[in-house]
C-alpha cells in the first residue's frame, strides 16, 4: 500500500531535550516536505527536498533540522524544542508538480 | 506577496444539501491549484487537482471550478453526507518558486443529520 508514515504519532517532551520525527514514503518520490498545522493558520511548510542530499527552507524553518540521505526517509529535528513548537506536524511526498501525499500526523506538545 | 484566502471559516448544512466553498488567491503565475479534505486529526487528502487551463474538474459528488482571470476557485459539494464533515483546503502553486504551495487557512464543514 502507498503510504507516507510517521513516528512518533504522539509525542510528550520537555523545553531543550532534542527530538526526532522520522518520516518514511514507500512511492519513490523525489519530493518530500515537512509542515506544521496550528488553529486558524493552515498549514505553514518548514523544510522540503526536491531529492536526496537536497534541503531547502520553507516558511517557518528556525528552531528545525532536516536531512535527506535516503530517498524514502526524510527527518525532522528539533536540536533544542521550546514550547512555541507545539504543533501538528505532517510530513508528505510527490512526485514534482503532482498531488502530494501526506503522513497521518504527529502531535508534538513541547512543555 | 502570494496568499490564497478562504470563505466561509465554517459552514453547517443539514445533511442531503449542497454547498459550495470560495477560495481567492493573488498567486501568479501559478502552476496549479488543488483541493484537499482533511478530517479531523488527519492528514489531508486530495480531491482535485486543475491547471490554469482547466475550468471544471469533478470527484464523485465534488466539483471545482477555476476561474484563472478572476484567481478564484469554488468547490462545490453535491447531496452532503456526514462524512464531508471536514476542513477543506485551496492550495497554489506557485511556478515562479519551483512550483512552492501556497496554503489557504481552510473551511471547517460541518454536516449535520
Known amino acids: 500500500e502507498a503510504q507516507v508514515t510517521q513516528n512518533p504519532r504522539y509525542l510528550i517532551t520537555v523545553t531543550g531535550k532534542k527530538l526526532t520525527v522520522t518520516c518514511s514514503q514507500n512511492?519513490?518520490?523525489?519530493?518530500m516536505s515537512w509542515y506544521r498545522q496550528d488553529p486558524g493558520l493552515g498549514l505553514r511548510q518548514i523544510y522540503y527536498s526536491m531529492n536526496v542530499e537536497v534541503t531547502d527552507k520553507g516558511d517557518v524553518p528556525e528552531g528545525y533540522k532536516v536531512s535527506r540521505k535516503e530517498k524514502r526517509n526524510f527527518p525532522l529535528i528539533l536540536e533544542s524544542p521550546s514550547p512555541n513548537q507545539t504543533s501538528l506536524y505532517f510530513c508528505?511526498?510527490?512526485?514534482?508538480?503532482?498531488?502530494?501525499?501526506f503522513g497521518p500526523g504527529t502531535r508534538l506538545l513541547v512543555l | 506577496k502570494n496568499q490564497v484566502e478562504q470563505s466561509p471559516q465554517s459552514l453547517i448544512i443539514l445533511e442531503g444539501k449542497n454547498c459550495t466553498l470560495q477560495c481567492n488567491y493573488t498567486v501568479s503565475p501559478f502552476s496549479n491549484l488543488r483541493w484537499y479534505k482533511q478530517d479531523t486529526g488527519r492528514g489531508p487528502v486530495s480531491l482535485t487537482i486543475?491547471?490554469?487551463?482547466?475550468n471544471t474538474k469533478s470527484n464523485g459528488r465534488y466539483t471545482a471550478t477555476l476561474d484563472a482571470d478572476t484567481k478564484q476557485s469554488s468547490l462545490h459539494i453535491t447531496a452532503s453526507q456526514l462524512s464531508d464533515s471536514a476542513s477543506y483546503i485551496c492550495?497554489?502553486?506557485?511556478?515562479?518558486?519551483?512550483?512552492?504551495?501556497?496554503f489557504g487557512a481552510g473551511t471547517i464543514l460541518r454536516v449535520k443529520s
Open positions: 512511492m519513490n518520490h523525489e519530493y
Open positions: 508528505a511526498s510527490s512526485d514534482p508538480g503532482e498531488t502530494q501525499y
Open positions: 486543475m491547471t490554469f487551463s482547466e
Open positions: 492550495v497554489v502553486s506557485a511556478r515562479e518558486y519551483g512550483n512552492k504551495l501556497v
